[in-house]
């Protein structure tokens, strides 16, 4: 029998300038790939960039239309799959209420968190760059752990992002700490098929058996940039698999948490 995935909260549009296709190819493909609910969550503009060109997200200009045309797609689709509008955000912690303040007005439905730079792209270092500086991970560690106390997030994104070399010992220190803050906020760990699909340091089994031994939940995210990612059946056995070796069953439900509640 065929695998397939029910959901798919982790979805990118062209707006963010390294994804690429029409937002109703993603919706339609989704469909076509069996999947239920669709999650769009491209990465999120930050106000203090405006007038700044970026190529890892969508300019605050462009907000307005993602909403347009996700909540239109949205009814159009009503009958065949569950539309959901979202982003994928950092937390960057000195510019985090110019972007509350930016998005609200919008009423979006969730965030996924997904801290790819500790301070931003112009400001910090890429989290997926390899290093053994311990300073490093205690420092994503602690960002980590401050954003999802926010109670804005609904789930983290890539946990593993973070490539430290160094020993395991220090590594397991600090992200068992990351591991406990999520249990105990009751948010799930995403296993990350685009990591896996492109051979990337992530998903690691170094970080998901602990998380595991843990008792952490757990949920699959297709990190679309593409259309054709949700058609990726090597990817999903593949990720499948990689769940099984770790202990792993991924949650067949995501609760979705609305995000700015207390601005």
């Known amino acids: 029998m065929k695998a397939t995935m029910q959901y798919n909260y982790h979805t990118h549009t062209s707006r963010c300038h390294h994804a690429y296709g029409a937002d109703r190819e993603y919706v339609e493909t989704a469909i076509k790939a069996g999947i239920k609910i669709l999650g769009f969550s491209d990465h999120v503009p930050y106000p203090y960039l405006h007038g700044q060109s970026s190529t890892v997200r969508m300019d ?17 689709y009503k009958n065949d799959i569950q539309i959901f509008l979202g982003f994928e955000a950092e937390y960057f912690e000195n ?53 999802l106390n926010t109670g804005n997030f609904s789930y983290l994104a890539h946990p593993d992002l973070i490539h430290f070399t160094g020993e395991d010992e220090i590594y397991k220190k600090h992200m068992t700490r990351l591991c406990l803050e999520a249990k105990r906020l009751d948010i799930p760990l995403e296993i990350n098929f685009c990591g896996f699909m492109d051979h990337r340091h992530y998903p690691s089994k170094r970080f998901f058996s602990l998380a595991s031994s843990l008792g952490n939940t757990f949920v699959f995210g297709r990190d679309a940039h593409t259309p054709d990612a949700f058609l990726d059946d090597a990817t999903l056995s593949g990720c499948l698999k990689f769940a099984k070796e770790c202990s792993i069953t991924p949650l067949e439900h995501v609760t979705l948490h609305k995000p700015f509640r207390n601005i």
């Not at 209420?97 to 996924?112: G, R, T």
């Not at 290093?131 to 205690?138: H, V």
């Open 95 to 147: 510019h985090w209420d110019d972007l509350c303040k930016a998005l609200l007005p919008y009423n979006i439905d969730y965030l996924i968190l997904g801290q790819h730079f500790l301070y931003g792209e112009r400001e910090g270092r890429y989290n997926g760059a390899p290093s053994a500086d311990e300073a490093q991970l205690k420092e994503y560690v602690d960002i980590v752990i401050k954003a």
């Open 60 to 76: 605050i200009d462009d907000v307005e239309n993602y909403v347009t045309s996700i909540r239109a797609l949205e009814k159009e």
